[in-house]
């Protein structure tokens, strides 16, 4: 995977996670076009440099709090 795919891939994860239309892990994973573990990788990532990122099980999907 080249960083400018990496790049695109985050920044349209930070758009649904705006946009709270996420889906479930599986679902995101679809729409990026990548496994359910990257997802869980990218997500913990962008919360260790500081996002304020949680998961509603009730609307399953990600958002910033």
Not at 24 to 39: D, F, G, M, V, Y
Request: proline share 3%; hydrophobic share 25%; aromatic share 10%.
């Amino acid at each position: 995977m080249t960083y400018e795919t990496t790049l695109t891939r985050e920044k349209h994860l930070k758009e649904l996670i705006k946009q709270e239309s996420t889906g479930t892990p599986e679902q995101l994973a679809a729409k990026l076009n990548t496994s359910e573990s990257t997802i869980y990788r990218m997500i913990r990532t962008l919360k260790s440099l500081g996002e304020p990122i949680d998961y509603s099980k009730v609307r399953q999907t990600y958002y910033y709090k």
